[in-house]
């Protein structure tokens, strides 16, 4: 028999359960409540956000290990359940998707965060696999949910075409590894590569190819062409929460993986640090130098999200206590800052109707307020006290240099000071550039949900900006992975 | 020769004979400008990837392989192909202007797995309890006891994707309190105007910097 301890599980079960109660309540009532359904899904996810925070402190394992409690995975759940109810919120404005299908589009949100809650806690191959599968599969469908729009289906085929072939050499170095132990578990791969002879080559490339799977889901390069087109096409909603939420799940995933598997790959852990030190540093340049030429700010948020991929990277390869405390820093600043800077451009693309740069020209004179708060998220986003963002690159550069990684520390403060142009760009257009045209456009109104978002990210930013403490406390705790 | 030895030969034949149709029927799947033709050597090479489980004794996997896919999927393809308009149309084109980069991408990672996994020796894969109890029941068993959490979460998987199935497939909705009809005949003449472009995707239309 096998014993299931319910009470691990119960955040997910809540939000599966949430998702179904949605979409029947839509149907029940044929679609005569749509005004209900997000205030609903909202509370919905903040239980399970509670009953997740009530978990704390749990080190435990359930259903013979492939589904891991520590931490860790709560923290790393609950950054995604706050991005999710970040997005429900600014759903609420977001004009494109209309009323139609409200139901089965917050159905389909839920299902996707009660994915990537699985996907952090995976202890197993299989479960990781339809993890990551479930949370794909949802989102090719969120993002090509504009149907009519054909930017949004082209980023959902290609969305889908790259998740595909990504899953393929995810599948292949699984099956390697498979091979090697004749176990799925993550934890008796660990144990069956140390015990067996096995050639340390063969290790690192299934390992490789195993974590070309969530390297697609971080956008990390080489696996980020997916990343620029998807985020601009998307519904975006979407595109935050595939920047927030999707990554927090996809690093997360690899950070556990890196971790656990450290000791096996410790044979050939010079290459392994080569490997990762590459894709950490094509990523922070790629992203930066890329960035600084888009005029659509979907697309640039996309160059920048792969750019910080890069610097989460680096905490990955530190690891030990340091790297885990970055890492765990740098997705609960990215989660403010990202989803701050997404809420604006929703709110202007709803006011203006554009995404691109000359939308916002002279936005410091046409809505001073919304000018003042992308400025603070930007900021953030470069890594300029006092915000969240500065001690987010200062940990992870602290963490590199402590541990004697100075060439990576090097490279990404040069893409940081890169990176500060990129943004600096979009500053430009809001204070500086002049065009009297577009004073005479009317700017829109902006719905009650979006400006609390952006108040809740702001304070977000602010304070774990002037007093990290908190943050950096919480994270310690993390280091104390299950089976770690 | 010993008796071993010619079973040895024998299965190394079928298994090249298969495998080479597994890769010759794939390969012309992505190639051949006709999308009718394409599902069939689709359903070969599934059929081919049922033998390669014979092979393994693994009969239980050939014979869903032979249902699920060969069965039910490749002729929900075909179906789906014989009911859409203007997909027979044999002017699609299946290779882009990058087919030589991508051969050769693929024709070195190839070779670069070819080197690394050619040259190490696989330990002989351990005992496992499937060779005692058949491996029909060996996999039920696992399924419903150590693969019972990612068994139950497909089962949601599969709910979720019957959803978005039906939302991407859905018509469309009426528009704040108009009747149904008004909104079909929107659709309707929505259909007729992209229909009547020349590329009716519009892909080709935007313009956007790499």
């Known amino acids: 028999m096998v014993d299931i301890d319910f009470s691990l599980l119960l955040p997910e079960l809540i939000l599966i359960g949430g998702a179904f109660f949605i979409i029947a309540l839509d149907l029940i009532f044929r679609r005569r409540v749509t005004w209900l359904l997000l205030p609903v899904s909202v509370l919905i996810v903040a239980f399970a956000m509670y009953v997740a925070i009530d978990l704390a402190g749990t080190v435990a394992s359930t259903v013979m290990n492939t589904f891991v409690v520590d931490t860790f995975s709560i923290v790393m759940k609950v950054i995604i359940m706050l991005a999710t109810i970040f997005i429900l919120m600014l759903t609420d404005g977001y004009k494109p998707l209309g009323n139609a299908h409200q139901g089965e589009f917050v159905g389909l949100i839920l299902l996707a965060s009660s994915a990537m809650c699985f996907m952090v806690s995976a202890g197993d191959m299989v479960m990781l696999y339809v993890a990551i599968e479930f949370t794909s599969i949802i989102s090719y469908i969120l993002v090509g949910y504009l149907r009519r729009n054909p930017l949004s289906i082209e980023a959902g085929i290609k969305y889908f075409l790259f998740g595909a072939v990504s899953s393929a050499i995810m599948l292949f170095g699984m099956s390697l590894l498979y091979v090697l132990t004749a176990t799925t578990n993550l934890g008796g791969i660990v144990e069956g590569i140390m015990h067996g002879a096995v050639n340390p080559k063969i290790v690192l490339v299934s390992v490789s190819l195993f974590m070309v799977g969530l390297a697609f889901k971080m956008g990390a390069v080489p696996m980020h062409l997916w990343v620029p087109d998807v985020y601009q096409g998307a519904p975006t909603p979407i595109t935050a929460y595939i920047s927030v939420a999707s990554k927090t799940a996809g690093v997360a995933a690899f950070l556990r993986i890196a971790f656990w598997f450290a000791p096996m790959l410790d044979v050939a852990s010079g290459e392994w640090v080569n490997i990762l030190s590459f894709v950490s540093m094509a990523s922070m340049v790629l992203g930066t130098v890329i960035g600084i030429l888009q005029n659509n700010l979907k697309r640039l948020l996309a160059y920048s999200a792969i750019s910080h991929i890069g610097f989460i990277i680096i905490g990955v390869i530190v690891g030990q206590e340091v790297g885990m405390i970055a890492v765990v820093y740098y997705m609960v600043a990215y989660l403010f800052m990202t989803m701050g800077a997404f809420a604006i451009v929703i709110m202007v693309a709803d006011a203006t109707g554009g995404y691109e740069l000359n939308d916002y020209v002279m936005l410091s004179k046409r809505k001073p307020s919304l000018a003042l708060l992308m400025t603070i998220f930007l900021i953030s986003l470069a890594g300029i006290p006092p915000t969240v963002g500065f001690f987010a690159k200062f940990y992870v550069f602290a963490a590199a240099i402590k541990q004697g990684y100075i060439m990576l520390a090097i490279v990404g403060v040069l893409a940081s000071v890169v990176g500060l142009f990129m943004y600096a760009r979009v500053l430009k257009a809001m204070y500086l550039d002049k065009n009297d045209e577009i004073m005479k456009k009317p700017f829109g109104a902006i719905p009650p949900p979006s400006w609390a978002v952006v108040g809740l990210c702001l304070l977000g930013t602010l304070i774990f900006g002037v007093y990290p403490k908190p943050i950096v406390e919480i994270a310690r705790y993390c280091c104390n992975l299950f089976g770690g | ?210």
């Open chain 2, 1 to 210: 020769m010993t008796g071993l030895e010619t079973e040895e030969i024998l299965s190394a034949i079928v298994f090249y004979l298969l495998s080479g149709v597994v890769v010759g029927s794939s390969i012309l799947v992505i190639t051949l400008r006709n999308i009718f033709r394409s599902a069939l050597f689709l359903l070969l090479a599934f059929f081919a990837t049922a033998g390669l489980f014979i092979t393994l004794d693994a009969e239980f996997i050939a014979a869903v392989q032979v249902l699920i896919y060969v069965g039910a999927i490749g002729v929900l393809i075909l179906f789906a192909i014989m009911l859409t308009r203007r997909i027979q149309d044999p002017v699609a084109k299946s290779t882009t202007r990058s087919f030589i980069l991508g051969a050769f991408v693929s024709a070195a990672f190839l070779f670069f797995l070819i080197l690394i996994l050619g040259k190490i020796y696989l330990p002989p894969f351990p005992e496992t309890g499937a060779d005692t109890e058949g491996i029909t029941k060996g996999i039920g068993r696992m399924l419903l006891t150590y693969y019972l959490l990612p068994f139950e979460v497909v089962s949601v998987l599969l709910v979720g994707a019957l959803i978005g199935a039906v939302v991407i497939a859905r018509k469309e909705e009426a528009r704040g309190g108009e009747p149904p009809e008004v909104a079909l005949e929107r659709e309707r003449k929505d259909r007729e105007i992209t229909d009547s472009k020349p590329d009716g995707n519009g892909l080709e239309q935007n313009d956007r910097k790499h």
